[in-house]
Nanobody, 122 residues
Framework: QLQLVESGGGLVQSGASLRLSCAAS????????IGWFRQAPGKEREGVSC????????IYADSVKARFTISRDNAKNTVYLQMNSLKPEDTAVYYC???????????????WGQGTQVTVSS
């Protein structure tokens, strides 16, 4: 059973940093790309970043480029999202997702984590 568990969210001030983790179990971790998506209240879920199976390719939404960095440790079955220079508009529930390829289309997602709340105060 594919399972993803996010952690690392919290309440921070504008300009601060957070590192989210996504721990996987129940499947061959390096068979999947792993993406991060987020959903703010009243808004649709949007893609934030994705990393390919072996980490050789990454993509970022324009809104987070140069501030967020995605990485993965296949030995630990974990993907990380380092978020720097956080802004109030980054406030959302962040979800990681196992995908067959790196894309921000949600129909590529095979399983979602439960989400972790990130709140950035001004």
């Amino acid at each position: 059973q594919l399972q993803l568990v996010e952690s690392g969210g919290g309440l921070v001030q504008s300009g601060a940093s957070l590192r989210l983790s996504c721990a996987a179990s129940g499947f061959t971790f390096d068979s999947y790309s792993i993406g991060w998506f987020r959903q703010a209240p009243g808004k649709e879920r949007e893609g934030v970043s994705c990393i390919s199976r072996r980490g050789e390719r990454t993509i970022y939404a324009d809104s987070v480029k140069a501030r967020f960095t995605i990485s993965r440790d296949n030995a630990k079955n974990t993907v990380y999202l380092q978020m720097n220079s956080l802004k109030p508009e980054d406030t959302a529930v962040y979800y990681c997702a196992a995908q067959l390829g790196c894309t921000f289309y949600t129909n590529s997602v095979r399983t979602w984590g439960q989400g972790t709340q990130v709140t950035v105060s001004s």
